[in-house]
């Protein structure tokens, strides 16, 4: 997708660092380039880091654990059944963890058809990017909105099936509104914002 005009606009960061450092110093406001970091830029490569963590977490533990091995289950309920969380809820955790550090971005894991309603998409830019990346394989959709006053650059990502560990779930929860989901199968989006100063 084309970006608008928003585009150019900037998170000052300093250079020369790594991708994740570059990221603290500049949302966390140490240091600053003239060039600074374009606001896309800075949702893809935090995007990077999350998809990353998400899918290692997802074969490495939960898939590996549970189907594989066999030593312990994934639950919704993990604290009262002594289990796994399961791949969304930790991104939730993440994301809840991450907003008590920083108001320099926000993200969330969301669907068109969530098990968990309140991962629901609430906002026209969510539901147009969450139909923008279930429609177009491995494109990602950029835009920008205005909620409660203030002006987000927005970006959303295609979520898909890493494991059959995520195929299973969702097509075998009692709450599930859709159970027909494949391997590689998109089933949701990540959602990045990210303030606009003017």
Do not use: W
């Not at 977490?57 to 654990?65: A, D, G």
């Not at 930790?90 to 969330?108: I, P, Q, W």
């Not at 898909?160 to 159970?179: I, L, M, Y």
């Amino acid at each position: 997708m084309t970006l608008p005009s928003h585009s150019a606009r900037r998170i000052a960061v300093p250079v020369g660092l790594g991708a994740a450092a570059i990221l603290l110093m500049g949302f966390f406001g140490f240091g600053a380039s003239k060039s600074g970091l374009p606001l896309k830029d800075a949702a893809d490569m935090l995007h990077a880091v999350m998809e990353a963590d998400r899918t290692v977490y997802t074969r490495v533990v939960v898939q590996r654990l549970t189907l594989q091995d066999k030593v312990i289950t994934a639950s919704e309920h993990y604290s009262d059944e002594r289990a796994l969380p399961l791949p969304a809820q930790m991104f939730r955790l993440g994301a809840e963890a991450a907003s008590e550090k920083s108001n320099k971005f926000s993200y969330s894991l969301l669907s068109l058809t969530p098990i968990n309603k309140q991962n629901n998409a609430r906002t026209d830019i969510e539901r147009k990017g969450l139909e923008a990346v279930a429609s177009k394989k491995g494109e990602n959709f950029y835009g920008e909105e205005q909620l409660g006053g203030k002006r987000y650059f927005t970006a959303v990502y295609p979520d898909a099936a890493v494991t059959e560990a995520c195929v299973k779930c969702h097509n075998g929860h009692k709450d599930s509104p859709r159970r027909d989901f494949k391997l590689n199968d998109v089933m949701g989006g990540v959602v990045i914002r990210i303030p606009v100063s003017d």
